[in-house]
């Protein structure tokens, strides 16, 4: 009955295998999970262990999962590894068999945000606290039909050419989806107009608006500079289209906010067996027919894994992307279920 009752929903930031967990007082008990699972939580009573549910799962049975403040507290002995030199390792390694988690585990359940920290990305979270990768509450969402459209973010590894799939998508359907327009200091061409293909500005203003936090992401690109401000997507959404935008993920902090509701894709590329070949000499991801290298497939797996290691947890759906036309296709469907479905969003974006 009290599993009926429960409405406190929490997506896992973790991976969890009571197997290993030496802290557990029963591993049977246990709840296995791995990060971005939906867990119930039936009871949050005990203050170390929880009981819940994982969603979807077709028993009904609830099992142990430590709680969000136990978890924490194992992922602060982490940081005294990571942050500190040879003492603090030993600390640690007294106090993990007392808390029991494996530090393969607490390495995967604790980040700390120093990139975020660094770019005008990390705005929104404190940046002296550590972000411990835990749960988060979330609850089931549907955009209204008075409501604005929810942001969509694309992130990429590289070989994934998200720019190119954005503006195709966009393309099949101007009238639904847009992008946000950017800004950029370099001269306008005769046949541009001014808001249309970019916001053109002189670089004092682009300058200020940089200082002022105005762009979700800024770059430069043969002496001029190019960015996406906040705004920008404004301007789309209060249009009534879903706006997509493609973004390095360093900006994912600064975009996830209740205003935006961000639903974010991970676009992965996955080169088919016809398009690989062993001799260098070639671009990394190659071109669309080009051929791709054993050296570019290694570094595109593992731009991918450092993607899904450090953004993971942030990520709503991965999107395999062998070629344009399938990825493209793919990406129609979601962003028409969007529209159409709920999703589990943080519980902060509706509140
Ligand atoms: P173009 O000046 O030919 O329109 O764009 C040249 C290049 O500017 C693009 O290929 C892209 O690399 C860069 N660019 C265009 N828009 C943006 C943007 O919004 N942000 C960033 N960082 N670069 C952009």
Known sequence: DRLKE????????????PLEDKATPCQEAGLP???????????????????????????????????????????????CCRTSDQRPLVFCFFFLPICGLTVAGLRRSFRLSRKDRQGSSGEGSDPGEPEFLTYEEVTRYQQRPNERPRLVVLIGSLGARINELKQRVIAENPHRYAVAVPHTTRPKKPHEKDGVEYHFVTKQQFDAD????????????????????????????????????????EALKRLRTSEFKPY????????????????????PGGGEHGRVTDEDLQEMRQSAIQIDQQYGHLVDRVLIKEDSASACAELRGILERLERESFWVPISWVR
């Open 6 to 17: 429960s409405k406190v929903y929490m997506r896992a930031l973790f991976d969890y295998i």
């Open 33 to 79: 999970f791995k990060r971005g699972d939906i867990l119930q939580v039936v009871t949050q009573d005990d203050p170390t262990w929880w009981q819940a549910k994982r969603v979807g799962d077709s028993n009904l049975r609830a099992g142990l999962i430590p709680s969000k403040q136990f978890q924490e507290r194992a992922c602060l002995r982490v940081k």
């Open 210 to 249: 940089v200082l002022n936090n105005k762009f979700i992401e800024h770059g430069e690109y043969k002496e001029n500079q190019y960015g996406t401000s906040i705004e920008a997507i404004r301007s789309v959404q209060a249009k009534n289209k879903m706006c997509i935008v493609d973004v390095q993920p």
């Open 264 to 283: 974010v894709i991970f676009v992965k590329p996955r080169v088919p067996e016809s398009r690989r070949r062993r001799s260098a000499a070639t671009s």
